[in-house]
C-alpha cells in the first residue's frame, strides 16, 4: 500500500496507479489485471476478473494501452519476465526495485480505425461495462475497432453478446436460478460465474480508416490533461484511467466502455479532459 505514496514522498514527481478510494473509480479492473501480468504475487483484489499472472507479453500490452510510461518490479520472477521483453528498458536501480521505461506507451494516442457504439444491454450496467471494458482490454486481437457507449450518428451500431464457450459456471448459482420471478429475464441475463463473462460482437465490424494525424503539445495538470491535434474530427484514445479515483469524463468529451477514454475532437484543434487522478505515470509490481 505504500507504493501509492510515491507522488507524496517524491513532491509529484513519480506518479503512480496506485491510490485511495480505488471502488469509485471505473478504471481500477484494468489496473490490477496490468498489476497482476507484470507480478507473479499480486493481491489481484476485483472479484469475477479473468487474471493471467507474471507474464511480460500481456502486461506490457495492458500498460501500453493504459499510457504507462514505468514500471517498478522486485522479485526474481518478474524481474525474469521484465528483462526478456523487448519493449522494456531498463533505466534505473533503488534498492530492490529495478525500474522500465515502456517503450511505445503513450498517454494520448490518435485512433486508426474509428470507433463502433455497443447498444445496451440489459441486467446489471456495472456488470455489462466490466464485461465489454475486459473482453476488449484482454482481447484486443479480436476487435478490429474500439467498442465505445456513444458517439457521432455516421459511427457503426453494434451488439455484442456473451461467448459462451468461454464461460465459467458458478456452482453457487446454478443456471436457471431466478431471485425474483418478476424480472425472471434481468436476473436470469446476471447469473454469473466467477469470472465475468467475455462479449464478442454480433455484426461485422465495418473497418473505417482514420487520417494520421499529430497529437503535440500533451499537457498534464493534477487533474486533467490537454493536447493539441493536427486535424479535428478524428478521434483518440486517453489511456489516463487511474486506479485512486480517475477514468472520468468532461465537457467535451465522451466516455469510452473500458480502460481508456475517446474523444472526437470539437470543432477546435486544441482537445482536453479532466481525471479526478494523479497522472499514472508509473507502475509498480512486486
Known amino acids: 500500500m505504500a507504493l501509492m505514496l510515491l507522488p507524496f514522498w517524491t513532491d509529484g514527481c513519480i506518479g503512480s496507479m496506485k491510490g485511495l478510494y480505488f471502488e469509485a473509480s471505473g478504471s481500477t479492473p484494468y489496473h490490477f489485471l496490468t498489476a497482476a501480468a507484470m507480478s507473479p504475487q499480486a493481491s489481484n483484489p476485483v472479484r469475477e476478473l479473468r487474471y493471467v499472472n507474471n507474464d511480460a507479453n500481456v502486461g506490457v500490452e495492458h500498460l501500453q494501452t493504459l499510457g504507462v510510461r514505468y514500471v517498478m518490479v522486485s522479485t526474481h520472477e518478474a524481474v525474469a519476465q521484465t528483462e526478456a521483453h ?18 511505445h506507451s503513450e498517454v494520448v494516442v490518435p485512433l486508426a480505425v474509428q470507433p463502433v457504439v455497443v447498444n445496451g444491454r440489459g441486467g446489471d450496467q456495472r456488470e455489462r461495462y466490466l464485461e465489454l471494458g475486459t473482453s476488449w482490454f ?9 467498442p465505445a457507449d456513444d458517439g457521432p450518428d455516421d459511427w457503426q451500431r453494434i451488439d455484442v453478446e456473451v461467448d459462451q464457450t468461454k464461460e465459467v459456471p458458478d456452482p453457487a448459482r446454478p443456471l436457471g436460478l ?51 491535434v493536427s486535424q479535428i474530427g478524428v478521434p483518440s484514445s486517453c489511456g489516463w484511467g487511474t486506479s485512486p479515483t480517475g477514468g472520468s469524463t468532461v465537457p467535451r468529451a465522451r466516455s469510452a466502455s473500458g480502460p481508456t477514454r475517446w474523444w472526437w475532437s470539437p470543432p477546435t484543434p486544441t482537445c482536453g479532459c479532466t481525471l479526478a487522478g494523479p497522472s499514472p505515470i508509473c507502475s509498480s509490481t512486486v
Open 86 to 103: 523487448a519493449d522494456l528498458m531498463k533505466v534505473a536501480e533503488s534498492g530492490p526495485w529495478r525500474i522500465y521505461e515502456v517503450n
Open 178 to 228: 431466478v431471485d425474483d420471478p418478476a424480472t425472471e429475464e434481468i436476473e436470469s441475463a446476471d447469473l454469473s460465474g466467477p469470472q465475468v463473462s467475455v462479449v464478442t460482437p454480433v455484426q461485422d465490424i465495418e473497418v473505417v480508416e482514420q487520417p494520421a494525424i499529430d497529437v503535440t503539445a500533451v499537457d498534464f495538470d493534477q487533474q486533467s490533461v490537454s493536447f493539441d
Open 138 to 146: 484482454q482481447n484486443q486481437d479480436d476487435w478490429t475497432a474500439i
